[in-house]
Nanobody, 124 residues
Framework: QVQLVESGGGLVQAGGSLRLSCAPS????????MGWFRQAPGKEREFVGY????????YYADSVKGRFTISRDNAKNTVYLQMNSLKPEDTAVYYC?????????????????WGQGTQVTVSS
């Protein structure tokens, strides 16, 4: 069983930046591709971004493209979501997720493990 722990959320003004981290437990971090999702109040959980197991491929939702960057440090067993130029509409609980199977990177149900989430609030 893989446990994912997110950190780095908080309150930031519009235009500011935050970096979220996600540290899966276990020795096989490179077996997992990682995704970030978010869920705003009253809305469904949505895809934010994805990074392949060795970091060679990344994909982003159109709403964050050019502002958010996903990276991973396999030596530290950590995946990051750097969020710049934040907007009030980015306010949500952000979740990291891990998947072992290829493809369908933006489909929530294709991920095997989920973190508990970290709150990001962007004030106007």
């Amino acid at each position: 069983q893989v446990q994912l722990v997110e950190s780095g959320g908080g309150l930031v003004q519009a235009g500011g930046s935050l970096r979220l981290s996600c540290a899966p437990s276990g020795p096989t971090f490179t077996s997992y591709a990682m995704g970030w999702f978010r869920q705003a109040p009253g809305k469904e959980r949505e895809f934010v971004g994805y990074i392949s197991s060795y970091g060679g491929s990344t994909y982003y939702a159109d709403s964050v493209k050019g502002r958010f960057t996903i990276s991973r440090d396999n030596a530290k067993n950590t995946v990051y979501l750097q969020m710049n130029s934040l907007k009030p509409e980015d306010t949500a609980v952000y979740y990291c997720a891990a998947k072992t199977r290829a493809g369908n990177y933006n489909i929530l149900t294709k991920y095997d493990y989920w973190g508990q989430g970290t709150q990001v609030t962007v004030s106007s």
